[in-house]
């Protein structure tokens, strides 16, 4: 069995200055269904920012999704690798940052940890195109002119979806 815990002890962080790196292999997350059996890979980077907050950057995140192709309906591999993700994580409570849209995660005060699992989410589906293409059909779109993707229904060129429909 893989591990899913994403849970890091961070009471020494908060208390000084510092500056801690995390090499993980084989994760595995409830939170992505279609997350192939290589499991996540990467390495998470914890600065101090304050007494109150921590800066958790992912660093090299690599994974592999199964897929399917939303042309051709087949299923496929699509690797991930992300090079660089970050958010912060707070003790405030009350601070809610919307001001930059900041997405903030919250320290748990009583067992000084933070769980990491939902930013790895967010990091891996920021990484999802609105059109999944299998290589074969990417690579036949990537060599079609915009006039033959037109043409050749690679495309449709109305497309609807309950009331609201899109035009080209």
């Not at 950057?57 to 496929?76: H, K, V």
């Not at 920021?126 to 293409?133: A, H, S």
């Amino acid at each position: 069995m893989k591990d899913q815990t994403f849970e890091i002890k961070i009471g020494d962080l908060l208390n000084h200055v510092a500056v801690d790196e995390i090499i993980f292999e084989n994760k595995k997350t409830d939170l992505i269904p279609n997350l192939s059996e290589e499991w996540i890979t990467g390495k998470i980077r914890l600065s101090w920012i304050d007494d109150e907050n921590i800066l958790v950057e992912i660093e090299e995140l690599e994974c592999t999704l199964n897929e399917t192709c939303d042309y051709c309906s087949e299923p496929f591999q699509r690797k991930i690798k992300i090079q660089w993700y970050s958010s912060r994580f707070t003790l405030n409570k009350d601070e809610v940052n919307y001001a930059n849209d900041e997405v903030l995660f919250f320290i748990d005060e009583k067992t000084s940890t933070i769980n990491i699992e939902e930013l790895i989410y967010q990091a891996i589906e920021l990484e999802t195109p609105f059109v999944l293409y299998c290589p074969d059909c990417a690579k036949q779109h990537e060599n079609l002119s915009e006039d033959e993707v037109e043409e050749s229904g690679f495309d449709v060129e109305v497309e609807q979806w309950w009331n609201i429909i899109f035009h080209k």
